[in-house]
């Protein structure tokens, strides 16, 4: 803990307003949804996507009394009992108190850079390292400007070690980064074309990520990247590969069969074949870069033979599955600690499809007296229906948790347990560390599936979110479309992510998909784009508000109000512009505005109409048009009416292209998904769609694959069988060589036709196992291309029976 007093000396400040210097601060809050323990919080008004300075009456409300902020026109009268610190740049102040806490550690710090596998090898590290040390790691992918710095807040005294990962995006931010990492033993895992935007070119983003390197005593890498002469010539090089140089040298690698794989290795004067139970390219060199750590730091070559052959493969990340009996699952077995329990449950209050909630949480490793009383007061601030604890080392924390507890000594009691005890319209969040193997009670309570999948990647949701937030002045609003199922991604779950991420509005097209969304916890007004006459009830009973695009709809719609006696309904008007497919066109609004003076039923909430052509350079002239249209219209309207309402005619390219089509609010939604038509921006896939190899087969030139023998084998080839058809939504156009998969990161063709729940790729050429993931659209762009259509289709088409998995990491 620390005083404000003592915070005043650390961080540079221009101005105070202090009311009590003695105030304890032991939580460092940024976003205001998230403070559970207001009056030990520190709040940084960050100038994020959102400025921060506006949530500072909200996180006052919940407890907070010390702020450090940028901006002096804050009303300090009004916050008479709370503690102001005024800076320059609020995150370089956080970041400033991390770096001097990071300097009370004494123990080595292990920073970790590189394209790819940095979380991987963070997480492997930990594992490798815990028989016998006590393990600090930054929590999940906490690599960025802010997540270094809130992870170093959490370091303290009683680790032998710390891992902290570092990730960049923009030139300048790694040596930020090192100022307050300084790690002693640098890690750099390797190079790859991740991320390449923001950088002049791949060596100007190497360079820029060894500067995380510039002070460390060693730095562990692998030589064949050639990066030895570029680290500064006092630092130890502690290196793996087939070089002269190379600290530990690997002599031969070989396939054991069983997914193995054996490393035959020297080290000084010791020779040792380790197994590693893994097969491709990328996990043997994450492995290989966990055991030159691990002899760099004094383990004999014999335990880390030892502790390498039980690595296992992680899926490290939090999944939102759908359980039996309407529940959703939150799956976060893989590992438990503080920090990750903390974000799992923050996920937990995030997603408010059902009320009730509950907990199951085993036993983490390593506490201790000052970990096991933070982990009382974090339990303490919990608001669960039901907690159910495993292993015997955290059942004191019945006493600090509200609502029902369950207590059971091993797993293996919990599952023999779970058919009598009763879940269901409930979310569930299972926590466990590995040891625990809780995902087995995961398995139980999720609803069953065949094997394909699509993973709807969250985090990459909130990230396209506010990629185009940040194109918007602040006063513009946002509305996100969750039609058609939010373009196949599912409903409720991603709804529940952009109501916590405060847009303001949701769209869908029919008014039961609303209802739906309604019954999930969903309190965001909701426009519906066809609503149906038959629907008007569900629309008044569920506060949906309707898209009125004809005389025709806008009567049935006055008379059903006016015989069930409501009045200020809200409606949305939708004007055509141009586009020619729903809407009042121009020369109604004349009309329309006589109706809608003459009655009361109704409201207008909204004009809008849509673009045509938004994205297309081609049709710039007829977008102007259609702008103008709009602006003359709604004027027109705004003037008969004589009240306000809100301007809208953007659509996800007309935000990308057109800033004069802003208006009062934007409507966003392929570009949400991932999908940037412009190729302008740099957004994160959304959805995955992944399935696996059922068999794999050898066959002589020759001989025909599928129905109709369509595919005729040219060479004597290997087809491997998987698990997805035209009735998954893998379109049949894709049969006979024009659909790409992906497998370990190597692309491979379609062979003869596409069946109904399955196809056949040639994988003749690369390395492939039966079981092994497949990805169905590596560059869903390019797909779309190859088969004559646009993403739009590819991805509403992904059939209902792929189970849908959310991760958040
Ligand atoms: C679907 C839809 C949008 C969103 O379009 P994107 O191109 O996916 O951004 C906007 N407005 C209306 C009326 C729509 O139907």
């Known amino acids: 803990m620390y005083t404000v007093a003592a915070i005043l000396s650390i961080i ?119 028989p016998d040390k006590k393990v600090y790691q930054s929590p999940k992918s906490y690599n960025s400007q802010l997540g270094v710095a809130l992870s170093l807040w959490n370091l303290s005294a009683e680790y032998d070690y710390a891992i902290i990962e570092a990730g960049i995006s923009r030139p300048g931010e790694m040596s930020v980064l090192e100022n307050m990492i300084k790690p002693d033993i640098g890690i750099f895992t390797n190079i790859g074309l991740a991320h390449a935007n923001g950088f002049a070119s791949k060596d100007v983003k190497l360079k820029e990520k060894l500067c995380l390197f510039s002070n460390c005593d060693t730095v562990v890498f692998a030589s064949q990247y050639g990066i030895r002469s570029l680290l500064p010539a006092p630092t130890r090089k502690f290196s793996y590969g087939q070089e002269e140089s190379d600290s530990v040298h690997i002599l031969q690698t070989y396939e054991k069969g069983h997914g193995k794989t054996a490393i035959q290795i020297a080290f000084g004067e010791e020779v040792a074949t380790l197994t590693v139970p893994f097969q491709d390219k990328a996990s043997l060199e994450n492995a290989l870069i966990c055991v030159t750590t691990l002899l760099l730091l004094g383990y ?79 339990m303490e601030l919990q608001q669960l229906d039901r907690t159910i604890l495993v292993g015997k080392g955290i059942f004191f924390l019945e006493a600090h948790i509200k609502g029902e507890v369950l207590l059971f000594e091993t797993t293996e009691q919990l599952l023999g347990a779970l058919k009598d005890m009763s879940f269901g319209n409930e979310t569930i969040l299972i926590k466990g560390s590995r040891a625990y193997h809780l995902e087995d009670v995961s398995n139980l309570l999720s609803a069953k599936s065949h094997e394909t999948v699509l993973e709807i990647n969250l985090k990459a949701l909130e990230h396209n979110l506010q990629t185009y937030r940040s194109m918007l002045p602040p006063d513009v609003r946002m509305m996100a479309m969750v039609k058609a199922f939010s373009y196949g991604s599912g409903s409720y779950e991603v709804a529940n992510l952009l109501q916590f991420n405060k847009v303001d509005y949701l769209t869908v097209a029919f008014a039961d998909e609303g209802a739906e969304l309604r019954q999930h916890g969903i309190e965001l007004p909701i426009m519906v784009l066809s609503p149906d006459e038959r629907a008007f009830e569900t629309l008044v009973s569920y506060q949906l508000e309707p898209e009125v695009y004809s005389f025709r709809v806008l009567y049935a719609l006055l008379h059903f109000l006016t015989a069930r006696g409501i009045e200020d309904f809200p409606i949305h008007i939708k004007i055509d512009t141009g586009m020619h497919r729903l809407g009042f066109l121009p020369e109604e609004l004349t009309k329309l505005s006589e109706v809608l003076q003459h009655s009361r039923q109704a409201r207008v909430r909204s004009v809008l109409s849509h673009l045509a052509a938004a994205g297309s350079a081609t049709h710039k002239a007829f977008t102007e048009e259609q702008i103008r249209l709009f602006v003359d219209s709604t004027a027109f309207l705004r003037e008969r009416l004589g009240y306000d309402f809100i301007r809208h005619i953007a659509n996800t390219s007309g935000i990308a292209g057109w800033p004069s089509a802003y208006m009062d609010m934007v409507r966003l939604g392929i570009g949400l998904y991932g999908i940037d038509m412009s190729g302008q921006l740099s957004l994160e896939a959304v959805g995955q769609l992944k399935t696996t190899i059922t ?54 063709k379609t062979v003869g036709s596409i069946c109904m729940d399955m196809c056949m790729l040639d994988v003749t050429d690369i390395f492939a196992h039966e079981e092994d993931e497949v990805i169905v659209f590596p560059d869903l762009l390019k797909a779309a291309e190859t088969i004559g259509t646009i993403p739009y289709e590819l991805l509403v088409n992904i059939s209902s029976r792929v189970k849908r998995v959310y991760f958040y990491d």
Request: hydrophobic share 35%; charged share 25%; aromatic share 8%.
């Open 12 to 130: 540079q400040h221009d101005d105070r307003r202090i009311y009590d210097e003695e105030q304890e601060i032991s939580e460092l809050a940024y976003d205001s949804r998230k403070i559970r323990k207001g009056a030990n919080s520190l709040f940084f008004a960050l100038k994020n996507v959102r400025d921060g300075h506006l949530f500072i009456a909200d996180a006052y409300r919940k407890g907070v009394r010390s702020f450090v902020v940028s901006r002096k026109d804050i009303d300090f009268a009004s916050y008479g009992d709370a503690n102001f610190i005024v800076v320059r740049d609020t995150l370089s102040a956080l970041q400033e108190l991390a770096g001097f806490h990071r300097l009370q550690f004494t123990k080595p710090i292990i920073g970790i850079t590189g394209s790819n596998g940095k979380t991987i090898v963070k997480e492997w590290l930990t594992q490798l390292l815990q």
């Open 300 to 378: 004999p070559l014999k335990t880390v033979g030892h502790r390498l052959s039980a690595l296992r493969p992680l899926d490290m990340r939090l999944q939102l599955k759908k359980g039996k009996n309407n529940s959703s699952i939150i799956d976060d077995t893989y590992s438990n600690d503080l920090a990750s329990l903390q974000i799992a449950l923050e996920f937990l209050y995030q997603q408010r499809q059902y009320k009730q909630k509950t907990l199951i949480l085993s036993d983490m490793e390593g506490l201790n007296e000052h970990l096991r009383s933070k982990l009382a007061s974090l």
């Open 695 to 748: 068999q794999i087969k050898e066959l002589p030139a020759g001989a025909t694959v599928g129905y109709d023998r369509k595919g005729v084998l040219q060479r004597d080839s290997r087809i491997a069988t998987i698990k997805i058809g035209y009735a998954d939504g893998y379109d049949r156009r894709f049969g006979n060589g024009v659909g790409e998969m992906s497998i370990n990161g190597q692309t491979v």
